[in-house]
């Protein structure tokens, strides 16, 4: 028997309408589709969906993730709302030994403002940090993207600096506000 066959989908409940579902890569034509639908608002702040061309990339990327998420070095969980994927929302990257998790998120872009994030990352805080996975949870975001700068501080996050410099995004560099917290 393979590893994979023991492992276990995980879901995240949000409230009634809304719920994060672990990466699998049964959802890559619905991903494809939201990626597809919200590229032209994506690209402003993030570098692959220009890379993402077929449903075959998205599916790539799932089954890559889908390791990562269940050897813990990642997790990427899709957001789903009524039954409708409309976002992403990750642990980029995990570091074991400091009990690190670096929070990725994205919403299609006619979901924005609805709290759905905060949600998330509460959600998510709670789960790992009870579980005494993750203690320190950190958010890094450009300076200038003010809704994630306002999600990490409402979010109890705290500002630990700028990295000036840090994001290479359309031709330029950017600097990125690094956020953090941590959970005794």
């Known amino acids: 028997m393979q590893e994979t066959e023991n492992w276990q989908d995980e879901e995240i409940a949000l409230g009634e309408d809304v719920v994060l579902k672990s990466i699998n890569e049964k959802y890559s034509e619905a991903l ?3 990626v597809v639908r919200n590229k032209a ?3 402003k702040a993030m570098d692959w969906p220009q890379y993402v061309t077929s449903v075959e990339d998205i599916r790539k990327t799932a089954q890559g ?7 813990g070095g990642a997790k990427m969980f899709l957001i789903y709302r009524r039954d409708e ?7 980029n990257a995990i570091e074991q030994t400091n009990k690190t998790a670096y929070i990725g998120y994205w ?12 949600r ?9 940090s009870k579980e005494g996975t993750i203690r320190r949870f950190v958010i890094k975001c450009r300076v200038v993207n003010e809704a994630s700068n306002r999600v990490a501080r409402r979010n109890g ?7 000036r410099q840090a994001e290479y ?16």
């Open 120 to 128: 998330a990352i509460e959600a998510v805080v709670a789960k790992y």
């Open 85 to 91: 994927m409309i976002g992403v929302f990750s642990f």
């Open 65 to 71: 993730n889908y390791l990562l998420h269940h050897h």
């Open 41 to 43: 608002w994506l690209q």
């Open 169 to 184: 995004l359309n031709g330029q560099f950017h600097d990125q506000n690094i956020y953090a917290r941590i959970i005794e």
């Open 107 to 118: 919403l299609d872009e006619d979901m924005q403002g609805q709290g759905i994030i905060a």
């Open 32 to 34: 494809f589709d939201l």
């Open 157 to 163: 996050f705290t500002l630990e600096g700028c990295l």
